[in-house]
């Protein structure tokens, strides 16, 4: 189930320009099968072609999932590293404004006249 997610994540991605050519594959798939039936050729001849051309595409199809795993994979990648570098940057930023803090507030306690109670 989550390999479907996946795949349809991957598709639906607008800068994914690969949905046009699986339209174009499967429609070259499609006419050559329509092709090889109207050709006159012996039953054998023509269920031998549509078998080679029903692996082609199978192939080709495989190919194409393996590519859009790996670009799903690169991008989870990169959406990870991100991730780490705002969290790392927040508590670098909430550390520097602790010790921020911590400073002045030495800074009051330490000053004549000032509230003690901070």
């Known amino acids: 189930m989550k ?3 996946l795949i349809s994540d ?5 800068s994914d320009s690969s949905l046009p050519i699986v339209a174009l ?24 072609k549509i078998a080679d051309k029903a692996d082609d595409l199978t192939e080709s199809v495989k190919e194409k999932v393996q590519s859009m ?11 990870l590293e991100a991730k780490d570098r705002i969290v790392e940057d927040v508590r670098r930023k909430s550390k520097n404004v602790s010790d921020s803090l911590q400073g002045l507030k030495d800074e009051a306690t330490t000053t004549p006249g000032a509230p003690q109670n901070i």
């Open 3 to 5: 390999f479907k997610k």
């Open 69 to 79: 795993k790996a670009k799903c994979s690169t991008e989870a990648e990169k959406a």
């Open 10 to 14: 991957c598709a639906a991605s607008k």
């Open 25 to 48: 594959i499967a429609g070259l798939a499609v006419g050559a099968v329509i092709g090889i039936l109207f050709a006159p050729e012996s039953g054998a001849d023509t269920r031998g």
